[in-house]
């Protein structure tokens, strides 16, 4: 079976080499907006789709005859361009993406092909470059892989990066078997960043808002210096270097977790969170952020599919904070305040945190697999372990919800009801 994988690199580029980056980068930006240009203009003449590759194609041809700046750049990757804006109308008419739009300076990265490309021990050697780039590589890679194209791209703190695709002939992952004892719930959080089932924490560091106090000087002296002068553009890299640094720490402490969980454990339920709408709540929405769950989930996902483990979710508006993970009674009194708490039909001493990811671990393997526990989702008091509340969800429950009396309008004086999207 043939498997894509990616790995990314650190470049240590000179001068000369980080110029002929750039220019590639400001070339394929300047064919894929022009591209984007006349396929629009096509399709209102003529309401018909016209291929970047085959038809626009041949006018760039005469282009780059005409334009050094068009002539320099790598050849391949300005036909990767085209292909990708051809694809993404493709994903907008099928209703997987928004219409294309423009890209702008904030696009800095361009694709190429292996073609002209070798890599050496500590170097790579790229066309139209006098020299070999100095490249860290921090892995092997995969044996029998095949290199089938290459990401250049850089960050506002100048560092480059190439992320480089193999083509792996590996076998056909089996899944592994799903048991109760190497099952897993994690719940996330923000006073620990993961918590999961079997007791173990795992801190918050807040890499954010340790370094807020010398984000916030940096920018009142940026505020303070002459635009596009040399101590602007100075304390401007400074901010970059401090983003970056913030990125890469919280990037090393997600992929350590989730490399260990992976790797302790074939099975891993956790909550299907609205991320976006909590953000929404603007007393946690910088905590929230600084947190980054929605990566850490990425990072959970694709490991598990690469090692054959199991990812199973549990809906949004399954209760688990509320529900004792040994008998199943519901606590409705608990507050955010309460982080421990005695549950009055068994009187176990719960954490609140450790009791949700048992929940989290009991609803996703009742629903998935109820035959490996031998037991029912209800309970002695007729509550549904992790049970939806009706008044947050209504349609969850089977029954149909109470319509509200429609408000009169001030203006007009008829009956209009406000309308409010949901997000799916």
């Known amino acids: 079976m043939e498997v894509q994988k990616a790995y990314k690199f650190r470049m240590f580029p000179d001068q000369q080499q980080q110029d002929y980056f750039w220019h590639n980068i400001l070339a394929n930006r300047y064919i894929y907006n022009i591209a984007r240009l006349q396929k629009d203009h096509y399709y209102s003449r003529h309401r018909k789709q016209r291929s970047a590759v085959f038809d626009v194609a041949r006018e760039f041809t005469i282009l780059k005859a005409e334009n050094d700046f068009v002539k320099k750049a790598d050849s ?75 990401t250049i791209s850089t960050t506002g703190n100048n560092e480059w990066y190439i992320s480089c695709q193999f083509e792996c002939t590996e076998e056909l992952f089996i899944k592994k078997e799903v048991k109760e004892e190497t099952t897993i719930g994690i719940d996330v959080g923000i006073k620990d960043f993961a918590i999961l089932s079997d007791g173990t924490k795992y801190d918050n560091n807040r890499y954010q808002e340790k370094s807020l106090k010398k984000l916030k000087r940096l920018q009142h002296e940026l505020e303070r210096r002459v635009a596009y002068s040399n101590g602007w553009y100075e304390t401007r890299n400074k901010i970059s270097a401090l983003h970056s640094k913030i990125v890469h720490q919280r990037n090393d402490y997600q992929h350590k977790i989730s490399t260990k969980i992976i790797s302790n454990f074939d099975t891993v339920v ?155």
């Open 76 to 150: 391949l990757s300005l036909i990767y361009s085209m292909r990708a804006l051809d694809q993404a109308y493709v994903n907008f008419f099928e209703g997987r993406a928004n219409f294309p739009k423009s890209r702008n300076k904030k696009h800095k990265s361009y694709v190429t092909y292996r073609l002209g490309i070798y890599i050496d021990e500590g170097f790579i050697k790229f066309p139209k470059v006098n020299k070999p780039v100095k490249t860290i590589f921090h892995r092997d890679f995969p044996e029998g892989a095949v290199l089938k194209s290459q």
């Open 270 to 424: 956790r909550e299907d969170l609205n991320i976006k709408g909590m953000l929404k709540n603007h007393h946690l929405a910088r905590v929230i952020s600084d947190a980054a769950w929605g990566m850490f989930f990425q990072k959970l996902q694709y490991k598990a599919d690469w090692k054959g483990k199991n990812v199973i979710k549990v809906p949004q508006f399954v209760a688990t904070t509320k529900p004792c993970s040994a008998c199943g009674w519901k606590n409705d009194t608990i507050t955010l305040k309460d982080r421990v708490w005695i549950c009055e039909k068994c009187g176990t001493k719960h954490d609140r945190d450790i009791n949700a990811a048992k929940n989290i671990k009991a609803y996703g393997l009742n629903i998935k697999y109820p035959e490996l526990t031998g037991e029912s989702t209800t309970v002695d008091n007729r509550q549904p372990l992790g049970a939806v509340d009706e008044a947050v969800n209504p349609a969850l429950t089977g029954e149909k919800p109470v319509k509200k009396r429609a408000r009169k309008s001030k203006v007009s004086g008829s009956s209009k009801v406000k309308s409010r999207r949901v997000s799916t």
